[in-house]
């Protein structure tokens, strides 16, 4: 048996199905059908224990970790698991795909995660939407009634400084027979084309959307220092990545000095939160996250009154964050340039110019649908 017990004293009981370990984390729920083996490497949940809502994980086993020609993992989105528990309600004991190399359970074990299944997940997800999200610990013991429990939280540190590279790494475009379909046929090998990289907790399908472009990357730590770089790159990428913005103030100086020098500057996920901050703008935690793989996101063009007032196009996007950008505090020159159709919550910002720009959802997808991957184009575009 084991247990979660919430930071209010709520406890959920079922059957231990990961490693027998404890764990203490924040509570969020995602709302994907599939796609847990892509979840659950996204160096987002870093520090989070993870709820799935859909009844049955597990089904269809977890892929080989083998890196590709690049040197990371080619069917995962980074190179270990970062929740620090799972929760479910019921996890399949068997598999079935023919890329599948591993049960879930034995992958959970590999990598040290716990996990509980025959939890009533609805109800926890209800508690969750009602109260928010809140701190939990994973005990591998039944407990009954309800518990208090003194838990870490992982929002007290800096966690975009423990998933963050740890030096500057550069990807060149190179055809090869691991990257069988990752360069679209009959393109030239490189567009010339480079961008330095802000690893907050990059997703590798970043990575490859950049590099089957035929753009080369220079991925560098989260603090890394473009004043002094060597590099010739021509633009600036902010990743996705865990925790409270604000705690990011090196990689807010960065993008304040790119935006000085006027710099092609794309941001994803926490990186559309990180260029609000860099112009001035605010975030704030929203109350449970957007966190699944069917949100709907409106994206807004310049009407003739000059505002950016019509509703170009409604895409079906991929999320994961807990925080989101104030609408109200975007300086001049600056625009909402998405919004998510059933909050009405900002899901990305543009500068006039179109040189500089962020979303809040994963066009690179992984899992969810790939509505938005035209946001690379778009990118490769401005960077001359």
Same mark, same amino acid.
């Given at each position: 048996?084991?247990?979660?017990?919430?930071?209010?004293?709520?406890?959920?009981?079922?059957?231990?199905?990961?490693?027998?370990?404890?764990?203490?984390?924040?509570?969020?729920?995602?709302?994907?059908?599939?796609?847990?083996?892509?979840?659950?490497?996204?160096?987002?949940?870093?520090?989070?224990?993870?709820?799935?809502?859909?009844?049955?994980?597990?089904?269809?086993?977890?892929?080989?970790?083998?890196?590709?020609?690049?040197?990371?993992?080619?069917?995962?989105?980074?190179?270990?698991?970062?929740?620090?528990?799972?929760?479910? @309600?019921?996890?399949?004991?068997?598999?079935?795909?023919?890329?599948?190399?591993?049960?879930?359970?034995?992958?959970?074990?590999?990598?040290?995660?716990?996990?509980?299944? %025959?939890?009533?997940? /609805?109800?926890?997800?209800?508690?969750?939407?009602?109260?928010?999200?809140?701190?939990?610990?994973?005990?591998?013991?039944?407990?009954?009634?309800?518990?208090?429990?003194?838990?870490? +939280?992982?929002?007290?540190?800096?966690?975009?400084?423990?998933?963050?590279?740890?030096?500057?790494?550069?990807?060149?475009?190179?055809?090869?027979?691991? +990257?069988?379909?990752? /360069?679209?046929?009959?393109?030239?090998?490189?567009?010339?084309?480079?961008?330095?990289?802000?690893?907050?907790?990059?997703?590798?399908?970043?990575?490859?959307?950049?590099?089957?472009?035929?753009?080369?990357?220079?991925?560098?730590?989260?603090?890394? +220092?473009?004043?002094?770089?060597?590099?010739?790159?021509?633009?600036?990428?902010?990743?996705?990545?865990? %925790?409270?913005?604000?705690?990011?103030?090196?990689?807010?100086?960065?993008?304040?000095?790119?935006?000085?020098?006027?710099?092609?500057?794309?941001?994803?996920?926490?990186?559309?939160?990180?260029?609000?901050?860099?112009?001035?703008?605010?975030?704030?935690?929203?109350?449970?996250?957007? /966190?699944?793989?069917?949100?709907?996101?409106? @994206?807004?063009?310049?009407?003739?009154?000059?505002?950016?007032?019509?509703?170009? /196009?409604?895409?079906?996007?991929?999320?994961?964050?807990?925080?989101?950008?104030?609408?109200?505090?975007?300086?001049?020159?600056?625009?909402?340039?998405?919004?998510?159709?059933?909050?009405?919550?900002?899901?990305?910002?543009?500068?006039?110019? %179109?040189?500089?720009?962020?979303?809040?959802?994963?066009?690179?997808?992984?899992?969810?649908?790939?509505?938005?991957?035209?946001?690379?184009?778009?990118?490769?575009?401005?960077?001359?």
């Amino acid at each position: 048996m084991a247990s979660l017990i919430l930071a209010d004293g709520t406890v959920f009981t079922g059957e231990s199905f990961g490693a027998p370990i404890d764990a203490d984390g924040e509570v969020v729920f995602n709302t994907g059908m599939a796609g847990y083996p892509e979840s659950l490497t996204d160096p987002s949940y870093e520090g989070q224990i993870l709820v799935f809502t859909y009844p049955l994980i597990g089904n269809y086993g977890v892929p080989t970790e083998e890196k590709n020609a690049y040197g990371f993992a080619d069917h995962l989105e980074s190179e270990r698991i970062h929740v620090c528990g799972v929760i479910m @309600e019921q996890g399949s004991e068997h598999f079935s795909h023919q890329a599948a190399a591993s049960s879930l359970r034995r992958w959970l074990e590999h990598h040290k995660i716990p996990a509980i299944s %025959g939890v009533d997940t /609805r109800a926890l997800t209800k508690k969750l939407r009602e109260h928010g999200v809140m701190l939990g610990r994973i005990t591998q013991k039944a407990v009954s009634g309800t518990q208090k429990a003194e838990i870490e +939280d992982p929002n007290l540190k800096n966690l975009v400084a423990e998933v963050s590279c740890k030096e500057l790494v550069t990807y060149e475009p190179q055809p090869s027979p691991s +990257d069988a379909g990752l /360069r679209p046929a009959g393109k030239e090998n490189s567009i010339g084309k480079s961008v330095v990289v802000f690893d907050c907790g990059i997703k590798n399908n970043i990575l490859r959307s950049f590099l089957k472009r035929g753009v080369t990357v220079h991925r560098v730590p989260w603090n890394y +220092d473009l004043a002094s770089s060597p590099l010739h790159y021509d633009g600036v990428f902010i990743s996705n990545g865990p %925790g409270d913005p604000k705690k990011c103030d090196a990689t807010i100086r960065q993008i304040r000095w790119s935006l000085e020098k006027k710099l092609p500057t794309f941001g994803i996920c926490l990186g559309n939160q990180l260029l609000a901050l860099a112009i001035g703008g605010d975030t704030f935690k929203l109350k449970y996250g957007h /966190r699944g793989v069917n949100q709907p996101c409106v @994206e807004w063009e310049l009407g003739k009154s000059g505002t950016w007032e019509i509703g170009k /196009r409604c895409i079906i996007t991929s999320q994961n964050h807990g925080f989101a950008v104030k609408p109200d505090q975007l300086p001049a020159g600056w625009k909402i340039w998405f919004t998510n159709a059933n909050d009405g919550t900002v899901e990305g910002i543009r500068h006039e110019s %179109g040189q500089f720009f962020s979303v809040q959802f994963h066009p690179e997808a992984t899992p969810g649908p790939e509505d938005a991957n035209y946001l690379f184009d778009e990118f490769v575009k401005v960077l001359g």
